[in-house]
């Protein structure tokens, strides 16, 4: 079994410190993705490959991607930082065979368009492929 990474985009001062030290206590890798690797698959950022010249086009939302997690593992980070007094980022995602196709901006547009149909009440407007990571917390 591949080891767990965790992808953190925005995160900054306390709580990407906190988030860090969460992450090492259950032996998670945290990778910091910059705007320039936005344009990479999901895939490639979790296993390092050669990076590539991107002309990335920030977004402003925090957000993770959580590659490799048992579901038991997601559901203890989420609450260790809980415990650890930060809340996690309301853009969550756990990496799966489809979205790891992916580029950053079109998993981040397509958690913000799952995360407005919730907010509306409507059903999820896609199917597994995105599998936010939920958390007792609701926004």
Known sequence: MKPPVLLTYNLQGERAAKTRLVAMRFRIRVRNVSPLEYD???????????ETDGMGEPFAEEMLVMANFPAPLVQAFLQGLRRAGVRPAALKAVLTPTNARWDSRTLYNELCKEREAIAGGAASVHAPAVEPAHDEERR
């Open 40 to 50: 990479r698959t999901l895939e490639a950022l979790i296993e390092n490959a050669p």
